[in-house]
């Protein structure tokens, strides 16, 4: 059986990319994970590729259990994991309490971890690994500071998995968008002042994964970049010493 799985579907990024996957037409099913069962369920109805609903909270050490003991019964040929599941939190370090903080690590990080190595066994030749990641993976960003860290986390394990898989000819991709038009500023903004406040571009998120699709059957890329701004922004960040790219930043959210 060869199956894609997607986990945060039931949102954003995530339930763009079931709809992007369904398009392909070459799986037997999806299987989409996020909190929200309703949201899952409500995917059944939406597209032509039968969808396995999970509800599982990737924070929850007992969903890796339930994750595992699926995988061990099902057995499935994964040709395509998609780890959308994450969120970030704009403010400084006295506004986000710690415990916060060390959520983002836990599903960011973490939990990203835990279901691309749980799941690679489950993979054959040929099979791809989709990691969302973010513009901000690239360099420091003050007033989202932890959910940078985490993102450059992803960005440098994405990296260095996909070298290592190379003999397994198993792909490892990481997404790094700009500003997506989803549900993340939902769960940002909330109790917090205004410490961001200037988005230069907004991009669709069908329109980012779009661009996903297309970069994951090219066998160089090992990271996708939706958008000439943002790919010259990557560039900057290269060529210039972080400091100023970090100033660039504080004057762009009237900080300095």
Same mark, same amino acid.
């Given at each position: ?90 403010? %400084? ?6 415990? !916060?903080?060390? $959520?983002?690590? #836990?599903?960011?990080?973490? @939990?990203?971890?835990? +279901? ?76 917090? %002042? ?6 230069? !571009?907004?991009? $669709?998120?069908? #329109?980012?994964?779009?661009? @996903?699709?297309?970069? +994951? ?36 959210q009237k900080h300095a």
């Amino acid at each position: 059986m060869g199956i894609a799985i997607v986990t945060g579907a039931s949102s954003g990024m995530g339930r763009e990319f079931v709809y992007a996957l369904d398009q392909e037409n070459k799986y037997d099913e999806i299987w989409v994970i996020a909190r929200r069962r309703d949201r899952l369920e409500a995917l059944q109805t939406e597209v032509q590729t039968p969808v396995v609903p999970i509800a599982l909270d990737l924070t929850k050490e007992e969903s890796f259990h339930t994750y595992r003991a699926l995988l061990a019964a099902k057995a499935p040929d994964v040709k395509v994991l998609v780890n959308c599941s994450g969120f970030g939190k704009f403010g %400084t370090y006295k506004e986000i309490d710690p415990e !916060v903080s060390c $959520e983002m690590i #836990d599903l960011n990080c973490k @939990a990203l971890v835990r +279901m691309t190595e749980y799941t690679l066994p489950y993979m054959q030749k040929g099979a791809h690994v989709l990691q969302l990641d973010s513009l901000s993976s690239f360099q420091p960003v003050p007033y989202i500071g932890v959910y940078g860290a985490t993102k450059a986390f992803v960005l440098s394990y994405s990296r260095a998995l996909n070298v290592e898989l190379k003999p397994r000819g198993i792909k490892v991709m990481a997404i790094c968008p700009g500003w997506v038009k989803t549900e993340f500023f939902d769960r940002s903004k909330t109790d917090c %002042t205004d410490a961001v406040t200037y988005y230069n !571009v907004l991009y $669709e998120a069908k #329109d980012v994964v779009a661009t @996903a699709m297309k970069d +994951m059957y090219k066998p160089k890329k090992d990271v996708s970049i939706h958008g000439l701004p943002v790919k010259l922004q990557v560039l900057g960040v290269k060529l210039l010493p972080h400091k100023l790219i970090m100033r660039i930043w504080m004057k762009q959210q009237k900080h300095a």
